[in-house]
């Protein structure tokens, strides 16, 4: 959804980074019910990309991702450091289990 009005303060620096291209990127360890809270809110969120999440419960990472963005951004269980750089890198959010 389109604001509105007129960003300020944070949203506006955060919708500026979006234009430019250089959204702040955030990683998050653990999904739960406060984790899932702020997967989809970020997912949601201007100038914010969710890079990765790490979870014990993999999939619990990937349904707060489904929930937030069904039809966009999709989450990828990997496990190496390798994985999870090409994965943000491919603009997908990358779930491991450390």
Do not use: F, H, Y
């Amino acid at each position: 959804m389109k604001p509105t009005v007129p960003p300020i303060g944070l949203a506006k620096l955060l919708a500026e980074a979006e234009e430019k291209g250089t959204p702040v990127r955030i990683g998050l360890i653990g999904c739960g019910e406060m984790g899932t809270d702020i997967v989809t809110r970020t997912l949601m969120m201007q100038g914010i990309r969710l890079g990765a999440i790490a979870d014990r419960t993999p999939q619990r990472c990937l349904d707060a991702i489904e929930l937030a963005s069904p039809d966009a951004e999709t989450g990828e269980v990997v496990s190496t450091v390798d994985a999870i750089n090409a994965t943000i890198e491919s603009g997908r959010v990358a779930v491991t289990e450390s």
